[in-house]
Every structure is written in C-alpha cells, then in structure tokens.
C-alpha cells in the first residue's frame, strides 16, 4: 500500500488536533496567540523623540499640503481610545524640525483617529519623515519617527498601539 505524503500530513495534522481537542487545549492554544500578537503595544523608534516639545499646543491645523495620519488602539484589547494627545511635528517647507510652527498636538476622535495638516515634509538628514508622540500620564509614552518612501509623498500615517502605565 502506498500512501501519499499529502495523506500523511493531513493525518498527522488531524490527529494532532483531535488529540488537542479531546485534552481540552485547542481553545486555549488558539486564541491566547491571536490576541497577544494583534494588539502589542507599539515600542519607542531610535530617534523618534529627537526636537520634541513638551505640552505642544492644541492645534487645528498647522498648513497645508500635507496629511499626518493614524489610529490610536489600546493595547491587549485594541479598543479606540478617544481625546489622547498625539504630537506631531517635522521638517517642513517653512522651516526644520525646531521651527515653532512645524509643532502641534491634536486630540483623537471617538474612533480613535487624528489627523492634522500641515506643510509638505522635506528630507532632513536625506530622509523625509515625521514625528510622533504619546507622552501622557496613562499609557507609556511612545515616540515614533517614521520614513516616507518618497519626499513626494503628501501623507504619511502612523498609528500607536498604547500599554497602560502599570
């Protein structure tokens, strides 16, 4: 009799989970994994903190032309967490990163997005990017410094994952 290794493996597999379901386990082994992975807190970026400004001003709009962008998720459970102030600030093309009017915080909506426009980014240091930052008292503070692929490029989103202080 020959047996094909498709077979075997589909056997093996089956019996695999069978025996996982008459222990008990599959629940367990499939959904902790799930949860864990899907919503892990995001980790501070090299640099991300570089030119920030404490309390930066609540602002409507900094320019025009471009778009900073994300969703702000709590961790574990990934709920949208509503009026946590993300600060955003970059190089742009009315000044470095240490311009004043390249600074500003916004609130996230109930859904848990921002946005804020602001003036096309430039390179500095030969990369476009932006900057991002968490700093409040309830969740660990996270600072991001993500890349545009293109200094072209008129958006740019990034979006924070939050672990509540211990």
């Given at each position: 009799?020959?047996?094909?290794?498709?077979?075997?493996?589909?056997?093996?597999?089956?019996?695999?989970?069978?025996?996982?379901?008459?222990?008990?386990?599959?629940?367990?082994?499939?959904?902790?994994?799930?949860?864990?992975?899907?919503f892990a807190p995001?980790?501070?970026?090299?640099?991300?903190?570089?030119?920030?400004?404490?309390?930066?001003?609540?602002?409507?709009?900094?320019?025009?032309?471009?778009?900073?962008?994300?969703?702000?998720?709590k961790a574990g459970?990934?709920?949208?967490?509503?009026?946590?102030?993300?600060?955003?600030?970059?190089?742009?093309?009315?000044?470095?990163?240490?311009?004043?009017?390249?600074?500003?915080?916004?609130?996230?909506?109930?859904?848990?997005?921002?946005?804020?426009?602001?003036?096309?980014?430039?390179?500095?240091?030969?990369?476009?990017?932006?900057?991002?930052?968490?700093?409040?008292?309830?969740?660990?503070?996270?600072?991001?410094?993500?890349?545009?692929?293109?200094?072209?490029?008129?958006?740019?989103?990034?979006?924070?994952?939050?672990?509540?202080?211990?």
């Amino acid at each position: 009799m020959t047996v094909s290794i498709a077979t075997r493996r589909k056997f093996l597999i089956g019996a695999g989970l069978t025996g996982a379901a008459l222990a008990g386990g599959l629940p367990r082994m499939i959904v902790p994994a799930q949860a864990a992975t899907q919503f892990a807190p995001t980790q501070t970026m090299r640099g991300g903190s570089n030119n920030y400004r404490p309390n930066a001003p609540l602002v409507e709009q900094l320019g025009t032309g471009f778009i900073m962008s994300g969703l702000v998720l709590k961790a574990g459970t990934g709920e949208p967490l509503e009026g946590v102030r993300i600060q955003i600030w970059a190089a742009t093309t009315l000044g470095g990163e240490r311009e004043p009017r390249n600074h500003g915080s916004v609130l996230t909506r109930a859904d848990g997005t921002y946005s804020l426009e602001m003036p096309q980014v430039v390179p500095n240091f030969g990369q476009p990017h932006g900057h991002l930052a968490y700093d409040d008292a309830d969740f660990e503070t996270v600072f991001l410094r993500p890349v545009m692929p293109s200094a072209s490029d008129t958006s740019l989103r990034a979006d924070f994952i939050l672990a509540p202080r211990a």
